[in-house]
């Protein structure tokens, strides 16, 4: 009996004693492993909706990736001065067409170059009086982007956004007045 307990056991060279059902977990975990390295090195694991190698999220999806509007910023930052006017009417027409993620890059690449009427569309986009969350990456508006976007286009001399900063002062007061900590912190850009 003793014979047969030795012959399931194996010693390794630390004097310790390896039973079979171990080495059986061992082989378990290297064919698991190797079985998610060609899952993932095979591309399956990257597959879209539609099961097909490479295709991308649907373009309304949150997760799209932005490719035509890296295209578009990559083409003018190559020149010398980048047409911001272009790059605003193709965010339009991209979040016209459900391709929000590209839309939104474009709105913010022409907005940080200092275009005023991006800055206020960008700025619209974060609205919380104004927001379309099936127009919108983002789950919920960001008073504090619309502020930001909406002063600089303010200071450029977009008269409507100076209209649309009274009234996100407004809504900030309400909403604090309700307890909002966030449009409590937002009144503080006003003082």
Do not use: C
């Amino acid at each position: 009996m003793n014979e047969s307990k030795h012959s399931s056991v194996r010693g390794n060279q630390n004097g310790r004693v390896i039973s079979g059902m171990q080495w059986l977990l061992a082989g378990v975990v290297i064919l698991l492993l190797l079985l998610a390295y060609w899952y993932f090195s095979s591309g399956a694991g990257f597959r879209g909706a539609a099961g097909t190698q490479g295709q991308t999220a649907p373009p309304t999806s949150r997760e799209a990736v932005p490719q035509v509007a890296r295209e578009v910023i990559s083409e003018q930052q190559q020149a010398q001065v980048p047409d911001y006017a272009a790059a605003l009417e193709q965010a339009r027409s991209l979040r016209a067409e459900g391709k929000l993620a590209d839309a939104q890059l474009l709105y913010f690449f022409a907005a940080r170059g200092g275009y005023t009427p991006a800055a206020y569309e960008l700025a619209e986009l974060y609205d919380p009086l104004h927001f379309d969350a099936t127009a919108s990456l983002m789950d919920k508006p960001d008073p504090f982007q619309a502020f930001k976007w909406y002063q600089q286009a303010s200071v450029a001399g977009n008269s409507q956004a100076a209209v649309r900063l009274e009234q996100l002062r407004v809504w900030a007061q309400q909403a604090a007045e309700t307890g909002d900590l966030d449009a409590d912190q937002l009144l503080l850009q006003w003082q």
